[in-house]
Nanobody, 123 residues
Framework: QVQLVESGGGLVQAGGSLRLSCVASGYTFSSYAMGWFRQAPGKEREFVAAIIWSGDSTRYADSVKGRFTISRDNAKNTVLLQMNSLKPEDTAVYYC????????????????WGQGTQVTVSL
């Protein structure tokens, strides 16, 4: 059974950093691209970042480009999201997801989702 478990969220001041982790199980992790999405109060879920099966190619939303870094460790079945220079508008629940194919920017490309981890950025 596919399972994705996020961790690493918390409360941080603007300008600070957090690292989110997603540990996957129940499938061949290295065969799939992975992504991160987020959903803030009153807003729709939005794409944050994605990484292909090998880790050699990544894609980012314009709002996080230059501040966030997605990476993966296939030996540990883990995808990471390093979040630097955090802003209050980054406050959201962050979700890890498995891509059905490609390096999609929309939720339709993803078939399994974690339950999310809360990130709160204060002024």
């Amino acid at each position: 059974q596919v399972q994705l478990v996020e961790s690493g969220g918390g409360l941080v001041q603007a300008g600070g950093s957090l690292r989110l982790s997603c540990v996957a199980s129940g499938y061949t992790f290295s065969s799939y691209a992975m992504g991160w999405f987020r959903q803030a109060p009153g807003k729709e879920r939005e794409f944050v970042a994605a990484i292909i099966w090998s880790g050699d190619s990544t894609r980012y939303a314009d709002s996080v480009k230059g501040r966030f870094t997605i990476s993966r460790d296939n030996a540990k079945n883990t995808v990471l999201l390093q979040m630097n220079s955090l802003k209050p508008e980054d406050t959201a629940v962050y979700y890890c997801a498995r891509a059905q194919s490609g390096l999609g920017r929309t939720s339709g490309y993803y078939d399994y989702w974690g339950q999310g981890t809360q990130v709160t950025v204060s002024l």
